[in-house]
C-alpha cells in the first residue's frame, strides 16, 4: 500500500484511513522509511479530526452516498472517560470480558451479557454522548 502511496500524485495534506492502529503505525513507519513526511494520528486528544477538511469532506460523502444515512460512528474509550474508581468492586465481573465480547450501551455505561455494568461513564463522557445525539449519532442500544 505505501508503494502505491507514493506512486500517486498528492498535493496538500492527504489523510489515510485504516482498519487498525497496527496498520496505521505500520503504513506511518513504511511512508517515513520512504522520505514521504508523514504523521500517525491516533486520536484527538491535541485536536478535532472533524476539523481535517479532508475527515470531514470523507464523513459528509459517506453520509449522504448511504441509503439510510446511518453508518458506524467508533469512539475509543480512555481513563478520562470512565470512572476509574468504579472499577475497584468489579475486578472479578469486568476479568471474564474477553476481546470481541459485545456490550449492551446506554447513557451510563456498559453492560456484559448477565446485564452487570462492567464500565461507568464520566460525567464529561456523558455530555460527549449527548453532543453526538444532537448530531443524530446514536449508539446502538
Not at 498535493?11 to 517515513?32: I, P, R, Y
Request: glycine share 6%; charged share 20%; proline share 2%.
Amino acid at each position: 500500500m505505501a508503494g502505491d502511496i507514493i506512486n500517486i500524485p498528492l498535493t496538500g495534506s492527504t489523510v489515510l484511513l485504516t482498519h487498525t492502529n497496527d496498520q496505521a503505525a505500520t503504513l506511518t513507519a513504511l511512508l517515513c522509511k520512504m522520505s514521504v513526511k508523514a504523521k500517525l494520528i491516533q486520536g484527538n486528544d491535541d485536536f478535532n479530526l472533524y476539523n481535517l477538511k479532508e475527515l470531514r469532506w470523507f464523513c459528509n460523502s459517506f453520509g449522504e452516498g448511504s441509503d439510510n444515512n446511518s453508518w458506524p460512528v467508533i469512539i475509543r474509550l480512555t481513563h478520562a472517560d470512565v470512572y476509574l474508581s468504579y472499577f475497584k468492586s468489579l475486578q472479578i465481573t469486568t476479568g471474564q470480558s474477553i476481546s470481541g465480547d459485545r456490550f449492551k450501551i446506554d447513557e451510563t455505561g456498559c453492560y456484559n451479557k448477565n446485564d452487570l455494568c462492567v464500565v461507568r461513564f464520566s460525567e464529561s463522557f456523558r455530555k460527549k454522548l449527548a453532543s453526538f445525539a444532537e448530531r443524530l449519532y446514536r449508539p446502538d442500544w
